[in-house]
Antibody, heavy 128, light 110 residues
Framework: QVQLQESGPGLVRPSETLSLTCTVS????????WSWVRQSPGKGLEWIGYAHYSGTTNHNPSLKSRVTVSQDTSNNQFSLRLTSVTAADTAVYYC??????????????????????WGQGTLVTVSS | QSVLTQPPSASETPGQRVSISCSGS????????VSWYHHIPGRAPKLLMYNTYQRPSGVPDRFSGSKSGTSASLAISGLQSEDEGDYYCAAWGGSLNGYVFGTGTKVTVL
């Protein structure tokens, strides 16, 4: 049974760096795209990004260059790093396992991406 | 902000059918498959549908997904009290947007 658990500080000061770790059990960090999603108070879900064991990473362009998702395969963990945080980054942060496939056709390509296992989430508040 | 638009709420009595729409564009739903999630605040979101029509193991066949052009829908038949919560559609939005979620629909069982 795949389980994910987020850990990290619950309070981060403005302009500092938010760092979270997700520990994976029941699976290993191969094949899948290990992802982060957040939900700000009163708002919907927002995809942050992912890291794949191949070294491929991707992130939400709206977060520009502030976000880094990385893997630590030796500890079966992956991490989120978000720099220069503001109050707008206050949210419940979820880690999740994702699958992604892309089919190429003459008319174009079709991408399937979905998150099938999630952590319980951890609240991070940005405040001085 | 979300690029996939959903109605903010939907409600129905137990046993009835409710449908949730998700409107996107050619760069997301029009080109890629759709997934749906059920989220109860304070708990982990749960995958309900992936690849537009497929249900993960354990999701009852009361849930069904469909897509036409740049819009998708999730239908829940035989509505139960445990179906209450927030429902989100999502799709890959290409390199410019990444994975995009819908605005979310709160389902209430009357």
């Amino acid at each position: 049974q795949v389980q994910l658990q987020e850990s990290g500080p619950g309070l981060v000061r403005p302009s500092e760096t938010l760092s979270l770790t997700c520990t994976v059990s029941g699976d290993y960090l191969g094949t899948y795209y290990w992802s982060w999603v957040r939900q700000s108070p009163g708002k919907g879900l927002e995809w942050i990004g992912y890291a794949h064991y191949s070294g491929t990473t991707n992130h939400n362009p709206s977060l520009k260059s502030r976000v880094t998702v990385s893997q630590d395969t030796s500890n079966n963990q992956f991490s989120l790093r978000l720099t220069s945080v503001t109050a707008a980054d206050t949210a419940v942060y979820y880690c999740a396992r994702a699958s992604q496939t892309t089919i190429f056709r003459p008319a174009g390509q079709t991408t399937t991406y979905f998150l099938d296992h999630w952590g319980q989430g951890t609240l991070v508040t940005v405040s001085s | 902000q979300s690029v996939l638009t959903q109605p903010p709420s939907a409600s129905e009595t137990p046993g009835q059918r409710v449908s949730i729409s998700c409107s996107g564009s050619s760069s997301n739903i029009g080109s890629n498959t759709v997934s749906w999630y059920h989220h109860i605040p304070g708990r982990a979101p749960k995958l309900l549908m992936y690849n537009t029509y497929q249900r993960p193991s354990g999701v009852p066949d009361r849930f069904s997904g469909s897509k036409s052009g740049t819009s998708a829908s999730l239908a829940i038949s035989g509505l139960q009290s445990e179906d209450e919560g927030d429902y989100y559609c999502a799709a890959w939005g290409g390199s410019l947007n990444g994975y995009v979620f819908g605005t979310g629909t709160k389902v209430t069982v009357l």
